[in-house]
């Protein structure tokens, strides 16, 4: 059982009975989940992730009016709860912005993550937002939300950008392969310079995966769990997690050999996703660099503002 399961079970078997009892004015305005940091809340978690921060709890989210009258008695009645189901000793105050559970107003608990407490509403405002971010405070799972308001405030983040957002994104992230990818990191290699060759590799690596997020409008996690979660996607996702693979771990005797098939691969992971642009009808160049495809992909923007940014910027 994984922690998501793990604390789905311990919320509705003693967190509901305690709202319930302690709280019977209010348990039809408490939201309850497993959102936000931490590897359960992907779903990713195991043995290792129970070294830190890996403990029994959720969170608790009420409007801002609800966490002023009744939020620091729920903090107490939360803690107490833990330490006495599970003989964790919490020690985190309500005030502790750090905190990964416990009782949160559902604003601040979404501008910690995307820095503001409304919705996005403008291009301008949404290009701001940075994926990783957004992922972290949609994914998980909500337990139980009779109100509905924490789980509005979440359905319309996960909606996923505005058109011209993922596709200013798309584009840079196609502009960041060609550059990295396609010409910086052979030339690299031709001046004999290891530490800008993996330095373009890296981010190369970083734009692919983020450029497979986007063409199937899920948000991409953070670094470490963002190749993982292409297994779980759609065409191209596992494919591309797969050439992924090897371009980290190139096959070959020597750096030279490594090498060499670091140069096809980045080719072939390049042509997967120029094919995946072109199956989305999101570019009819038949061009290998995806630089071109990146200029493509930019003129469809229909916000001028947008579309007249950077090709890099995004």
Not at 143 to 162: I, T
Request: glycine content about 6%; overall charge negative.
């Amino acid at each position: 059982m994984n922690g998501m399961e793990f604390n789905e079970n311990f919320f509705f078997q003693e967190g509901l009975p305690m709202l319930r009892h302690d709280f019977p004015d209010y348990q039809e305005l408490i939201a309850a989940g497993l959102v936000g940091e931490g590897s359960e809340c992907f779903g990713y978690d195991d043995d290792l992730s129970r070294d830190h921060d890996w403990n029994t709890g959720f969170c608790l989210w009420l409007e801002e009016d609800d966490f002023d009258r009744i939020g620091l008695r729920m903090h107490n009645a939360y803690e107490e709860l833990i330490r006495r189901k599970s003989g964790q000793i919490p020690c985190a105050s309500l005030e502790d912005s750090s905190r990964r559970r416990g009782v949160f107003p559902i604003s601040s608990f979404f501008k910690r993550f995307i820095n503001r407490e409304t919705l996005p509403g403008s291009n301008s405002e949404w290009l701001k937002l940075p994926e990783e971010y957004l992922a972290v405070c949609t994914n998980g799972k909500v337990f139980y939300d009779p109100l509905g308001a924490f789980s509005d405030f979440r359905n319309h983040l996960l909606d996923y950008y505005p058109e011209d957002i993922r596709l200013k994104k798309i584009a840079a992230r196609c502009y960041s392969m060609a550059q990295d990818g396609q010409y910086n990191f052979p030339r690299s290699l031709q001046r004999k310079d290891p530490v800008a060759a993996n330095h373009a590799l890296a981010r190369f690596i970083h734009a692919a995966c983020s450029l497979a997020y986007l063409l199937l409008k899920r948000y991409k996690p953070f670094y470490k769990w963002m190749h993982r979660g292409l297994l779980e996607l759609d065409t191209p996702g596992p494919q591309l997690a797969g050439l992924l693979e090897r371009l980290s771990d190139a096959p070959g005797e020597t750096s030279q050999d490594r090498n060499v098939d670091r140069l096809d691969t980045i080719e072939e992971t390049s042509a997967l996703l120029i094919r995946a642009l072109q199956d989305f009808d999101l570019s009819n160049s038949s061009s290998s660099f995806l630089m071109k495809h990146a200029t493509v992909i930019q003129e469809f923007i229909e916000d001028p503002n947008i579309r007249r940014l950077p090709l890099g910027t995004g």
